[in-house]
Structures are given as structure tokens and as C-alpha cells.
């Protein structure tokens, strides 16, 4: 490890290192801490950690699916995931996460290739983009690279780019779920979450359909003074001086497979 961390790697991601790890809060087993069953194991990644620090610091451990206690060693919970997210998606798991460990910073799996599943390689990335996930990309079951699907890496690199322009959302704004604003629709594929950073806001909304762009109306109980929408592949749109009575309300094409995000500003 320590020779890994020498040869100026960024980081490295510790395979299977929660693959059979419980912590037990049982009081019958006759082990005082929850931990014991998994502490040879902390033990072995304070050791890698200290390695690592004499080499570079900044060297990045990431471990699979590592939870609370490991992450005084580990940096990244590296979440593989299943093929198929319907049910954590639709269960709200996401979401909760998000809002509850805020930083925790957890990947999702993105594939290029077709799997039997209802959600794109593009939908993954978008589910990622709007619940501040890292893309954790996997091309063709680790087998292939970005070169090998063009299209693909080039809605990658939008997303990132957009990612840039609102990092401060997420990496200090609060993650607000889709509270503070309302979106009135009956279609099951649009979905939408909100942050906040002192008085501004970033509404995400993203459309699962991977045929039809849906046009939804978005109402938010604040009065910004402008406001920028996101897509990737469209020109950044600025709407320099909004004047609103009531509350903030706008109608939103949202294309098929696509997301756009809404920053309301409280300044011009
Ligand atoms: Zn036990």
C-alpha cells in the first residue's frame, strides 16, 4: 500500500471490505462492543492509513460499502450497488441518506451497457448529479474505458460541468429533499430535489421517461431577484431582473432523460 500511495496515485479502493463485516448490537453473543466482531478488521485499515500518511496524506482510501466506524481510516464508502436501483430509488432510500448523513458521500454505480433495468446509464448519472453522489462509472463490467462509448462520456463531462458551476450547493448548502417547492405533476417519471445556500436555492428536476420531454410547473415559496436554469447540452439561460407578487412560479420543459437545474438567486 505504502508503495502504491509513493507511485502518485490519487487513491485506491479497498475491494470487499464490508462484504461480510456486521457490527452486532446483540447483548446475548457475550462481546461487550458492536465493533468486536469487525475490529481486526479497523485495526488493519488504521494500519493502511498510517502507511499511506507517511507517503502522501492526501492519498484517497476508498472501501466497499464501509460504514460509520471505518471511516476514521477510510475517506470514500464505495457503493457498487445493484444493477437494479428501482427499489432504493423508489423507497426513498436516496433521499434519506442524503438528508440525514449529509456528509456522508456515497458513490453510484453508472453503467454504459444495457441492462434489464428501468434506469439509463444517463438516469444513473442524473440520480447521482441531484443527490450529490460521485459517479463511480463502470464501462462494460470494468472491462472497457470512456473511449469506448463517446456519447456517453461527452453527457458525463456536461453534467461535471455543471456540477462545477453549482458546487457550492453541494459542497456547503443544505440538502432540503423537495422541500420549499412544489411540483404539481401526475407523471411518475419526474423527480426533484432542492438545496439551499444562505437565501439561494437549486431545484433539480429530472425526467426518467427515456422518450418524452414533460413540461412541469415548479412553484417555490421564495422571491428571487434572478434566476439561471442548467441542462446539459443547452446554453445556460439568465433571467436577470424577476419581478414576482406571490410566490416564484415557472413552467419547465424537462427532455426526456434529462435533467435541468434551477438557481434561484437572491441578488441580480
Ligand atoms: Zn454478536
Redesign the pocket.
Known sequence: MRKLAGLGLDGIMLDEWASGIVY?F?KE?G?NDPV??ARGQLQLGKMIREECDKVNPNFMLAGEEIWDAAFQYLDLSFARGSFDITEEYNSGAFQIMKYTFPYFIRTLEVHNVNLPCPFSAIARVNIAFAYGMVFSVCIDSYRGTLDDCPEFANYLKEVIKIRKYLRRYFGEGIFRDTLEAKIVTQSKNINYATYKKGNDKLIIVWNTDQKKNLTIPISVEIKPKSVRIYSPFQKIITYPQVKVSGPFEMKVEVPADRFVALELLSKV
Do not use: F, Q, V
Open positions: 452486532c446483540s453473543h462481546h468486536d466482531p
